[in-house]
Structure formats: structure tokens, C-alpha cells
């Protein structure tokens, strides 16, 4: 291997772990925020889906990539909670219309709140051709991840 080489692969490798540093901070953060509202990562999720209207939990599963009986023990636990209601659809009676309750639209507000102020916080101070530089960046390695993983599927 030549020094052009492994220096290259050392700093493939640097990129890497600063990537895997990123998704777990972001993690963290998505489940403290989550946890500061008395909810998991997946039950956010979910109740954010429904504050977007037009939910429908299998579509969601496909989405995620995970079972429409995980989705609706998730469901199940939002209605404990007393974030979420469940009601016949006035258009189709084989369809389910979900909606947030007042306290649902409360944690959604203040889960957007944090997420807002952290936003601030983190990405604020960035200059914009930074951010473009990133997104770009971001979305090429993403594209190329999953292409490559579509070849092993």
C-alpha cells in the first residue's frame, strides 16, 4: 500500500467514525427529547405521524421497515397515555381515523419547541455555504449507502 493509499484510507476511516459520532449524538438527542416528554423514540414518531393527518399505521410499518403489530402496540400505549384517540372513519367504516387529543397536540408542541431551540443552538452558528457543502455532502453518501445496500438485497 503506498502512503497516497493508506493515508486516504486512514481519513475514510476518520470520516466514518465522525459519521457514527453524529448518528449516535442525534440518537441521544431524539431520545432525550422523547424521554423529556414522557415518550419513546417510537411512540414520537408515531404521534408525529398522526399530528400530520391522514395516518395510516401499515403504510407507516412498510415505511419504518417494521410490523403493523409493533405499530399498534405503539398505538395501543399513545391511547394509554391519553395522547391519542381512535375513531371509525365517517367515509369508510374499515378504516380508522387516529387523532391527538388536547394533551397529544401539547407534547407535539413542546417536543417542536426543543427541537427548534436545539436547531438554534447547534446549527445556527453555521455559515450557509457550510450547510450546503454538509447537505450535499450528506445526501451523496446516503445515496450511495443505499445503493449499495439495494445490491445485497
Known sequence: MTTATAKTSETVHEAIAALQRL???FFH???????????SVEQWRVLEEISDEHFMPS???????????????VIRQLIEKGLV?????ETDGRQRDYTLTIEGRRAMARLRTA?????????GGLKS????QFAKLSASIADRMEAYAD???
Open 29 to 39: 438527542r431524539r431520545e432525550q427529547l422523547a424521554r423529556d416528554v414522557g415518550l
Open 59 to 73: 403504510m407507516f410499518a412498510r415505511e419504518r421497515r417494521t410490523s403493523a403489530a409493533a405499530v399498534s402496540k
Open 115 to 123: 427541537r427548534q431551540e436545539a436547531i438554534a443552538e447547534v446549527w
Open 85 to 89: 384517540v381512535v375513531g371509525v372513519s
Open 129 to 132: 455555504p457550510e450547510l450546503v
Open 23 to 25: 448518528a449516535e449524538a
Open 151 to 153: 445490491k445485497s438485497d
